[in-house]
T-cell receptor, first 116, second 115 residues
């Protein structure tokens, strides 16, 4: 058990809909990262939050957004869903802080999103 | 930008065979290097890491050495088991700029070990 909790584990929804994925980081970790794993794109970094603030953005679509709350849990919002958004979405957390980049990240079990 | 390239798979081995999965990287600065493993139906688990040149990471019989001169971090195991069947990802942690520890992954290598 990595200590990172993601809910729900599975989600099936229709095209055009909006969903919210939730992540609770390990206790004490301030950084939260979201990754997308798909068959054609592999594992891609989407976005990172540190202590409530957005710090880095990767290949995240405009239809997607995220936030990190004061209790440090994070949510990834996916809207106007398309078939191609079907993927496994991972959340990871780490103790990485300013000027300390090289700590490893701990991953949740992922949320498998299926858009039909 | 940063990138990680893994050997193309899948890799199929018999139990007790020697395993090598090649990984090379391109990065600015001095990244940390990682191997993650994903067992069927599960999330990513850190297998081993190395934070500077010539460091050797090791865990559960797996080893990888950070080679700055060849920009490589190849994963090896002397004798694989059926339970090692999984997907293996090489990754680097961005050590500079405005990215705070985000990971850049290789495409993953599927390993299947037969009894």
């Amino acid at each position: 058990d990595s200590g990172v909790t993601q809910t729900p584990k599975h989600l099936i929804t229709a095209t055009g809909q909006r969903v919210t994925l939730r992540c609770s980081p390990r206790s004490g970790d301030l950084s939260v990262y979201w990754y997308q794993q798909s068959l054609d794109q592999g594992l891609q970094f989407l976005i990172q939050y540190y202590n409530g603030e957005e710090r880095a953005k990767g290949n995240i679509l405009e239809r997607f957004s995220a936030q990190q709350f004061p209790d440090l849990h994070s949510e990834l919002n996916l809207s106007s869903l398309e078939l191609g958004d079907s993927a496994l979405y991972f959340c990871a957390s780490s103790v990485a802080r300013d000027r300390v980049w090289s700590t490893e990240a701990f991953f949740g079990q992922g949320t498998r999103l299926t858009v039909v | 930008g940063n990138s990680v390239t893994q050997m193309e798979g899948p890799v199929t081995l018999s139990e007790e065979a020697f395993l090598t999965i090649n990984c090379t990287y391109t990065a600015t600065g001095y990244p940390s290097l990682f191997w993650y493993v994903q067992y069927p139906g599960e999330g990513l688990q850190l297998l081993l890491k190395a934070t500077k040149a010539d460091d050797k990471g090791s865990n559960k019989g797996f080893e990888a050495t950070y080679r700055k001169e060849t920009t490589s971090f190849h994963l090896e195991k002397g004798s694989v088991q059926v339970s090692d069947s999984a997907v293996y990802f090489c990754a680097l942690s961005d050590a500079g700029g405005t990215s705070y520890g985000k990971l850049t992954f290789g495409q993953g290598t599927i390993l299947t070990v037969h009894p």
